[in-house]
């Protein structure tokens, strides 16, 4: 059981917050780009590339691995079974990473400070819809709590 709210039958409320995040994280980096010397473009910049690529891959990889269970909504598919394996064997909510490493990225890259306050925006919001999304998991699946207790939650090995 948790506190944090539903927001809809499946969770829509949870979709639409995250679209609206989605988009003001692009906003702010075009609008607010170009906030650092050019010295540090160089290096934000590689370190954008690689927050970004790491994230797509893990992302993608989250996607492909959960298949027909992938959906946008918090709530689970009703004909779905758990995935503990693949990517979800390091991390439970690779996608969330994936997005949330992205969103990082487009920060530096943009060099963009509001970009990188949405992006830990988004951050503190995907832990908020995984708490949520963990609670409609443990009630459908026997073998959720056992699989929280190994696995992390967004940072594989840390959190």
């Given at each position: ?110 060099a963009s400070p509001a970009a990188l306050g949405v992006a830990a925006i988004i ?37």
């Open positions: 059981m948790t506190r944090i709210p539903a927001l809809g039958p499946r969770g829509e409320g949870w979709l639409a917050g995250q679209i609206v995040l989605f988009g003001l994280a692009f906003g702010a980096g075009v609008a607010g780009s170009g906030a650092w010397r050019h010295e540090l473009r160089s290096v934000t910049t590689v370190a954008a590339g690689v927050l970004i690529l790491a994230g797509g891959l893990l992302a993608i990889r989250g996607i492909l691995d959960l298949r027909e269970n992938l959906t946008a909504l918090p709530a689970p598919v009703r004909e779905g079974h758990l995935v503990e394996g693949g990517v979800y064997s390091i991390v439970r909510h690779p996608i969330y990473t994936g997005v949330i490493l992205a969103a990082f990225g487009w920060g530096l890259f943009t951050a503190l919001f995907f832990d908020l819809k995984s708490r949520r999304e963990e609670s409609w998991l443990a009630e459908k699946y026997p073998g959720y709590s056992a699989y929280r207790a190994r696995t992390r939650k967004l940072v594989p090995w840390i959190y």
